[in-house]
Nanobody, 119 residues
């Protein structure tokens, strides 16, 4: 059974940095893509960044501040967040697109980790 577990959230002052980690387990075939989404109070969940074998992509409002990276050997994905702003406050969710076989692909979510940017 595939599980995603996030860590690294917390309280940080504006302008500070945090590094989120996501560990995937139960991968029996391969991971097609891993990414991060976030959900602020009263708002819908929104896309933040993604990494595949072809490269990385980011939503405009985090470009230049956030960096996504992946450790393929250990099925980990990271989100380095710099120059944090109060509007970055949200629950951050790890997401993975997983190949279960050569023809079957499923999507999974982690439980989320809280990031609060406040002075």
């Amino acid at each position: 059974q595939v599980q995603l577990v996030e860590s690294g959230g917390g309280l940080v002052q504006p302008g500070g940095s945090l590094r989120l980690s996501c560990a995937a387990s139960g991968i029996s075939y391969s991971i097609a893509a891993m990414g991060w989404f976030r959900q602020a109070p009263g708002k819908e969940r929104e896309y933040v960044a993604e990494i595949t074998s072809g490269g990385t992509s980011y939503v405009d409002f985090v470009k230049g501040r956030f960096t996504i990276s992946r450790d393929n050997a250990n099925d980990m994905v990271y989100l380095q967040m710099n120059s944090l702003k109060p509007e970055d406050t949200a629950v951050y969710y790890c997401n993975a697109d997983v190949w279960m076989s050569s023809t079957t692909r499923r999507n999974y979510w982690g439980q989320g980790t809280q990031v609060t940017v406040s002075s």
